[in-house]
């Protein structure tokens, strides 16, 4: 990765520690490490913007640990911050209680590098357009705010950015509808567009090529005509967002909420992503290659 990072390592084993230390340092991420949760807190209220990821050892935390990701996740400065939890065992009900918490991300000891550096950049890239939108979302012209209603074509993720931070600007909570948009949109032009599977963007994502592969396949000539529809339009109270991609649909309803079965995967939390933020609410249509998005306008 060539954007530096900042991570917390909360674990009492020392040689685990300087594992992930070493591990995280190779993609250009520095880290800062404690025994317990006890001070976390304190120290996240002091400086809130220290940390870009923190990793918890819930083997040794457990009902602490659970305690301060939920902590974490309900603070409007922090709810952003991927947690990523690795555990001494497969502990399946351990796992489930801290995706309900809000930490995504899992890992088990023996912590297996290539596979926990790729969770790693996961969990990264999920949250990177948080950061990203909050910036661009000041510089969506002004003008295109008088649109009541509209309709565009997505070819690719540029599109998707440059729509989202135009319509979201229309949004009471900007930040959300944008981060909503991004998501959804991505989706469109992935699986819908470019047709690509669930398990084939996995290996695409392990193998290194997963950009590579996108840009190849929208230079393609079948794919030359293909593009997804986003459209929007507002009334009083309520701004209504529709992205329509030409793909067959999927089934949505298992991607809705947090599995835990897929804590370890290095994607596949978009949706979900997408379903908990409190100022939205999106819904499927038929086979899911048309999802709307509901917000209140500002």
């Known amino acids: ?16 520690c300087r ?8 993609i250009n991420g520095t880290t800062k490490t404690t025994k317990t949760c006890k001070n976390v807190w304190k120290r996240l209220s ?5 940390f870009d990821l923190i990793i918890i050892n819930l083997t040794q935390t457990k009902d602490c640990g659970l305690t ?7 603070d409007i400065r922090f709810a952003s911050i991927p947690i990523i939890i690795f555990t001494e065992d497969d502990s399946f009900q351990l796992i489930k209680d801290a995706g309900r918490d809000g930490a995504h991300y899992h890992t088990q000891k023996p912590i297996e590098r290539k596979s926990f550096l790729l969770l790693v950049k996961s ?59 991004t998501e959804l949109g991505y989706n469109a032009i992935e699986h819908g567009v470019l047709a690509i599977g669930y398990d084939q963007k996995g290996k695409l994502i392990k193998d290194g090529v997963w950009q590579k592969t996108i840009a190849i396949l929208l230079k393609r000539p079948e794919n030359k005509h293909r593009h997804a529809i986003i459209s929007f339009f507002t009334t009083s109270d309520t701004l209504e967002i529709s992205i ?14 947090f599995s835990p079965e897929r804590a370890s995967h290095i ?11 409190q100022t939205i609410q999106i819904q499927y249509i038929g086979d899911g290659n048309i999802v709307k998005i509901i917000t209140k306008i500002a």
């Open 19 to 26: 594992q992930v230390q070493t591990m995280l340092k190779s």
């Open 46 to 50: 002091n400086k809130p913007k220290s």
């Open 267 to 277: 994607h596949g939390r978009g949706i979900a992503l997408t379903n908990i933020l």
């Open 123 to 181: 969990a990264l890239f999920d949250h990177s357009p948080v950061k990203n939108l909050k910036e661009c979302l000041r510089c969506a012209d002004n003008a295109l705010l008088l649109l009541q209603q509209g309709s565009f074509y997505l070819r690719n993720f540029y599109d998707v950015d440059d729509i989202a931070q135009m319509i979201s600007k229309k949004a009471k909570d900007p930040l959300g509808c944008a981060r909503a948009i």
């Open 68 to 74: 301060l990701i939920a902590q974490i996740k309900k």
């Open 244 to 257: 329509q991609d030409p793909g067959p649909g999927f089934n949505w309803k298992e991607y809705l909420h």
């Open 1 to 16: 990765m060539s954007t530096s990072f900042q991570s917390l390592i909360i674990d009492q084993h020392r040689p685990t």
